[in-house]
C-alpha cells in the first residue's frame, strides 16, 4: 500500500458514515461502550468483544492485519489502529489502554476530562488509561486514527525502556502503569506541519491496513520513531513557552544532564546555568516531577536499561558503566523503576 492508496481507504465512507451523514443516526456506540447514554454517564469501552482490562495482548490475538471489520492489528499485536467514524459523535467514556489519537485531515473537537480541546491536523494526543473523554461529530474531511496501546508490556519494556527517562512524556507513561495513578491525564503535542510525525504515521497506518513481510517489526520501529520525534515536538514547544515567560529555561538543563549523568554534581550544574544548587532541583521537580538526584538516577537507570538490551556485558559491569559502585543499591534502584532485577528484564527483552 502507497499514500495514495491509504488517501483513498481513508476518505472513502464506510455503509456507517454513509448512513449517519443522510441523517440515518443510530446509537452503534451503545454496544462498544456499555452506557445507557443517560446525561453525566461515562461508559466503558470494549472493542470487538475483545477484553484489554488487565493491560495485556490476548495469547491468541492476531500479529498483523484486520482483527474485526475497521480494527487493525500492528506491532506485533501490541497496538490496535482504527480509524474513528464521522459524522456521529462518541459520547463520555473511558478505557484501560492507553491511546495515542493522530488527525490525518482536518480537525477533531474533543471534551477530556471536562475541558474542550480541539485537535488540528497533524497534532497527537496521548490519553492516559481511564480518562474521561468524548468525541465531537466529525466533517467529511476529518479524518482522526486511533492507535490503542493494549499491551503494556511492550510500551514498558520496548518503548519506555528506549526513549530517556527523564523527560515528560516518559513521566507521563510511568504513570500509566501505577495502580497508584490517578489516571486522568493527557498529553497534546502541537506537531502540525511536523514532516516525520506525518511520515511515521503514514507508514504505521500502511503497514497496519496492509502487513509487508516484515509488518510486525517495520511497526514497531515505527511506533519508536513517533514516540521519538513526539518528544522532540513537546521540548520544542516547552521552551518556546518557556521564552514567551521569561522563565529560566529547564530544557538546556535536562539535556546536561542527559549528557553528563555518570559525573555530573548539582554543583556542577548550578555554576553551569549561574543559578542556585537548590534552584536547580526546584526547577527540575517543578517541570519534571523529579528533583536533581532523581534525575540522575533516572538517567542511569535508562542507560543500564539500554546495555543490557543491546549489549551482552555483565550485570557489574553495566552497573559500573552508569555510575553506580554499590551493586546492592543498583539492584535495589533498577526493580524500583522497572519491576524486576536486571538480569530477568534482561531475559524478558530477548524472548
Not at 28 to 38: F, L
Not at 112 to 138: F, S, Y
Amino acid at each position: 500500500m502507497n499514500v495514495e492508496e491509504l488517501n483513498r481507504t481513508l476518505f472513502s465512507l464506510t455503509p456507517n458514515e454513509e448512513r449517519h451523514r443522510a441523517g440515518q443516526l443510530s446509537e452503534d456506540w451503545k454496544e462498544s461502550i456499555g452506557t445507557d447514554g443517560a446525561e453525566g454517564s461515562v461508559g466503558r469501552i470494549t472493542l470487538g468483544g475483545v477484553d484489554f482490562s488487565h493491560g495485556e495482548a490476548p495469547a491468541a490475538f492476531p500479529l498483523s492485519g484486520e482483527v474485526v471489520p475497521g480494527l487493525y492489528a500492528a506491532a506485533g499485536g501490541s497496538i490496535l489502529v482504527r480509524q474513528n467514524s464521522r459524522f456521529n459523535p462518541v459520547p463520555l467514556h473511558t478505557h484501560d489502554y492507553i491511546e495515542m489519537a493522530y488527525v490525518y485531515a482536518g480537525t477533531c473537537a474533543q471534551t477530556i476530562d471536562g475541558k474542550e480541546v480541539v485537535l488540528q491536523e497533524d497534532e497527537v494526543l496521548l490519553l492516559d488509561t481511564g480518562c474521561p473523554h468524548a468525541i465531537a461529530a466529525q466533517g467529511e474531511g476529518d479524518i482522526m486514527v486511533s492507535f490503542l496501546l493494549v499491551d503494556r508490556s511492550f510500551l514498558r519494556d520496548e518503548v519506555l525502556g528506549s526513549i530517556a527517562r527523564g523527560n515528560a512524556l516518559s513521566r507521563f507513561l510511568t504513570d500509566a502503569f501505577s495502580e497508584e495513578s490517578d489516571h486522568r491525564h493527557y498529553v497534546r503535542f502541537s506537531s502540525r506541519g511536523n514532516r516525520r510525525v506525518r511520515l511515521f504515521f503514514q507508514e504505521l497506518m500502511c503497514e497496519a491496513v496492509d502487513p509487508s513481510t516484515n509488518a510486525a517489526f517495520i511497526s514497531r520501529e515505527l511506533f519508536r520513531l513517533i514516540f521519538a520525534e513526539l518528544i522532540n515536538v513537546y521540548e520544542k514547544d516547552y521552551a518556546r513557552r518557556e521564552r514567551e515567560s521569561g522563565r529560566v529555561p529547564v530544557i538546556p538543563i535536562v539535556h546536561y544532564i542527559e549528557e553528563h549523568y555518570r559525573t555530573c554534581t548539582q554543583e556542577r550544574v548550578a555554576e553551569r546555568f549561574s543559578i542556585s544548587p537548590k534552584y536547580v532541583s526546584v526547577l527540575l521537580k517543578k517541570h519534571t516531577g523529579m528533583n536533581f538526584r532523581q534525575m540522575i538516577h533516572a538517567q542511569r537507570l535508562g542507560h543500564a536499561a539500554q546495555f543490557l538490551r543491546t549489549t551482552r556485558l555483565p550485570v557489574t559491569e553495566v552497573a559500573h558503566e552508569v555510575g553506580y559502585e554499590n551493586m546492592t543499591f543498583f539492584y535495589q534502584k533498577f526493580h524500583e523503576a522497572y519491576g524486576c532485577a536486571p538480569a530477568e528484564y534482561r531475559r524478558r527483552i530477548q524472548r
